[in-house]
């Protein structure tokens, strides 16, 4: 990290990955790995960082509308009122709207029911110089799928491998994958249901399917568990953040994101044009005034 | 208006409106019609609005997801260096970026080509519960296109026509549509493309394309008179925005947007639930814990 007064001890890259052996079981849903501030300090915090993810944003545009083909790809996955419209919002709100392509991935249509199941994901993904953002994303198809076998165990079973051949592709291509998965707990999701009744300006958060989708919370668990396990690569680790506290789970998620874009090393493209040539243009504009 | 504080002594929803009798010769570009306060205090100002602007955009957003089909679509035009993505940058980032979608229009596609050239624009109106954001739009058909006669004057002379009938169909489908031009005089521009020549985090803005185009000024002048005379309608005015201040400009177009939102009136849509079913079904919950 390498910066003063900031209040990160360990990086969240590192703290917040999901290696072998992480447990969901034994996750903190309200924990604040690795952070030393406090909650007072994150919006501050929050704008700091901001600045510098909003400037290395500019330079990954910049590199797009060049010759680059790089870009970013914000993967937020996460159980009801976990906070992903949040993220959006407070985070990737952070940058400018003009470098974000963002994609909300809901049951699917029957034209991408008449599609694999990564036909919809492969077109959305970033285009170069872009921050793509998925909110749900292919891993539905491991996830709410798996839950309800909405397809044979035998078919969403193969699809880590295959989700984990997709991504690689996807990286190889020049995207860099930053996957988030909002780790709420069941009691934090029930307050935040029963909110979202007590709240006219909620109203419209509120979907009673929720709650039903609520009493398959253990298999929903199982099935990140096996996300995490099956999908956690050294290419695209998954990174568990805790979301009881909404204000580290968007300073968590910015820091990854920042952290991204400056291991990519994004400099200002040089000029393709002639530098002299086109002063010397300007300034017999300026002369001839 | 009706704020304390303001600094608003004329809305710029009457004051840059381009009414009848309007004449671009006649315009200053570093005028600041109707604002009384200063630049130093225009962060403030945009961070007071934004919040409004943001509140606004999240209760269209629940219409949106709800049964509404109401949504807003700025049309952002303006010469080279003129601050259109500063526009995008510094105003629509003020919003949830989920709710905004995004459109640059440069020159068509092939495909583009195949079609009528109003036919990418309907691809990308905004869907309902969106703010729908054109950088560049339908209007260089009859900006650039007219400038360089790319088709006959007498294809381009019936789009006025056109394009308001189109306007307004899509003004009935309920869609807002708020148009802005970012008016720069010759003088800055020539100071802001030295400026791209003078900084390496500007280059990639950089284009010598822009230098010819600038040698086409009067005639891009007359293009945007004819749009304003023609196209300025009551069901969808052009507001000529002075952007020589870029800080104005900003500010200006965050009245814009915010007083479009206001005039809609978005109330937060009611439950599409039974409130007491659904709150004695999350009490049970609460109890059997």
């Known amino acids: 990290m390498g910066k003063k007064n900031h209040e990160w001890r360990d990086s969240p890259t590192d ?5 072998a052996g992480f447990s969901i079981a034994d996750f903190d849903c309200a924990s604040t ?20 993810l909003s400037d290395l944003q500019e330079r990954l545009f910049a590199e797009g509308r060049s010759e ?49 199941y990564l ?9 170069p110089g872009h921050i793509g953002v998925f909110d749900r994303s292919h891993y539905e198809d491991v996830l709410v799928v798996r ?24 990286v190889a291509s020049g995207t860099r994958i930053v996957k988030c998965a909002l780790m709420v707990s069941k009691e934090e ?24 989708e609520r009493s398959y ?24 953040i805790p979301a009881d506290r909404k204000w580290f789970a968007r300073l968590a998620v910015t820091e990854l994101l920042t952290q991204a874009l400056e291991d990519m090393n994004v400099t200002w493209p040089a000029a393709e044009f002639d530098i002299q040539t086109e002063k010397q243009r300007v300034a017999a504009l300026r002369a001839a005034k």
Chains 1, 2 share one sequence.
């Open 68 to 116: 680059g083909n790089r870009s970013v790809l914000l993967v937020i996955q996460g159980m009801d009122t976990a906070g992903k419209g949040g993220i959006v919002r407070h985070v990737v709100g952070l940058v400018d709207p003009q470098g974000v392509q963002h994609h909300s991935f809901g049951v699917p249509t029957e034209e991408e029911k008449s599609h694999d």
């Open 217 to 240: 919370w253990d298999a929903y668990m199982e099935a990140y568990q096996a996300a995490f396990d099956r999908c956690s690569t050294d290419i695209a680790p998954w990174h568990a």
């Open 33 to 52: 790995p690795g952070f030393t501030g406090h909650k007072r300090h994150s919006s501050q915090l929050m704008e700091e960082r901001g600045r510098i």
């Open 119 to 127: 036909w919809r994901i492969d077109n959305a993904l970033p285009t």
């Open 147 to 170: 839950v309800h076998n909405y397809v044979e165990p035998a078919v969403w079973g193969k699809r880590y491998d295959e989700i984990n051949a997709w991504e690689a592709k996807v």
């Open 189 to 212: 999701q029930l307050n935040r249901l029963e909110e979202r009744l007590d709240r006219p300006d909620k109203y419209w958060k509120y979907n009673p399917h929720d709650l039903d």
């Open 15 to 19: 703290t917040l990955r999901v290696n």
